[in-house]
Structure formats: C-alpha cells, structure tokens
C-alpha cells in the first residue's frame, strides 16, 4: 500500500468512492441507534435483525502528525429511517482550531454545521460543489437523493474526532422527507447546551 511519507495518487471514482485506500471504516444502523428521532422504529428494526448499511469511509494513508493531512472518502447510503434520511453521525473537531473541506463527487444531500450556540449553516452537497467547515463547528451530512451521496473530506490529520458533546446536544436542525420532499426542520430533541 501507499506511504504517507511519500507521493502517491488515487483515482476517484468506482465502487469505493477512492481507490486505493488504506482503511474502511462500516457503519451500520446498529452504530447510529441513538441519532435518528425514531428511536423505537431503530429498536424494532434491530431486534428484527434489520440492520442496514448507512454509510462507509474509505480512507487514504495517513501520518496523524501536525501539518500533515487525512484524505476520505465518505460513501452515504440512500434510505430513510421513518421520514428521517440517512446521515452521518457527526462531529466537532477535538483540535477546535482546526477547518475541513468536502468536495461533492456523486448524488446529492445536504450538509449541517452547527456552531457552539446551536447556529445551523446548512448547504448541499454534490457534485462540482466545495464546501468549506469552519473550525469548532460540528458537521453532519444528509443523503436527500435516491442514490448514494459521495464525497471527499481533507481535514488537517490532528483534527481528532469529537462525538460526545454534539451528541450531548444533538443538531438543533433534522431533515425529513415531506410530501416527497427534503425539508430541513427544527429538531424537537434539541437540548440547548
Ligand atoms: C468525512 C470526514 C471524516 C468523518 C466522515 C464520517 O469523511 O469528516 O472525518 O469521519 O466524514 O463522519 P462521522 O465521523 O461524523 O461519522
Ligand atoms: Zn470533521
């Protein structure tokens, strides 16, 4: 596999969303149980053994040091849960300095960062379009299509990755489907911090 510490490319595109990678890290319905507003259509799912695939991160290789940069590639699945569509858990940097930027490669969804007072920014997210998050904002992205949403993300590799205190909180904002429709809406779970 690729080193870090030297040149490497990859090619964009194909079922991983990347290729080559270095890590693939699977998340299933089972790892987002408490995120999504139905909680007991999540429970009945589960003890039905119902356990979908939400989403998938291929990741380049990294050197996790200060200066250097981590490269993923997120593959969002398309579905919903109740009228809920599928999402990223999301999360805040631990290094709260530092910024992200994604970059739109396939589908289409939107994507929610919410500063430390709750403010929402939300944008798409699909092909042709960059979006740049602002450091000590929380993000989250939203699979609003009926194909699955890709994406690359490039953040500084020291970021770390915080998902207690949004978690705490939760987005002040969701996105349901509504007469066929996304709609972003004010999350009735919100616990201001
Ligand atoms: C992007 C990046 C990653 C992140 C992934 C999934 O690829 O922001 O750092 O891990 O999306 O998001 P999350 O970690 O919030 O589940
Ligand atoms: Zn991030």
């Known amino acids: 596999m690729n080193d870090a510490n030297k040149a490497f490319s990859s090619r964009l595109g194909g079922i991983t969303g990347i290729f080559p990678y270095e890590a693939e890290i699977k998340h299933k ?34 050197l996790a040091t200060e200066g250097s940069l981590n490269v993923g590639c997120t593959i969002l699945h398309s579905g919903k849960i109740g009228s809920e569509y599928y999402f990223t858990k999301g999360h805040f ?9 994604y970059v739109g490669l396939e ?29 000590n904002t929380a993000h989250r992205s939203v699979n609003t299509g009926d194909s699955r949403l890709v994406f690359l993300a490039v953040y500084p590799s020291d970021s770390g990755h915080d998902y207690e205190s949004i978690k705490r909180t939760g987005f002040a904002k969701i996105v349901a489907e509504r007469d066929g429709k996304p709609v972003v809406e004010a999350n009735p779970k919100y616990r201001e911090s």
Do not use: W
Not at 93 to 101: A, F, I, L, R, Y
Not at 107 to 135: F, N, S, T
């Open 93 to 101: 940097h631990q290094k709260q300095s530092t910024s992200e930027v």
């Open 29 to 62: 319905l089972s790892d987002l149980s408490n995120h999504f507003q139905d909680e007991r259509l999540v429970k009945d799912m589960l003890s039905r053994g119902e356990n979908p695939k939400i989403y998938d991160v291929y990741e380049l290789p990294q």
């Open 107 to 135: 589908g289409e969804g939107l994507i929610l960062i919410q500063d430390r007072k709750g403010e929402v920014a939300c944008m798409e997210i699909k092909p042709h379009i960059v979006v740049y998050i602002p450091p």
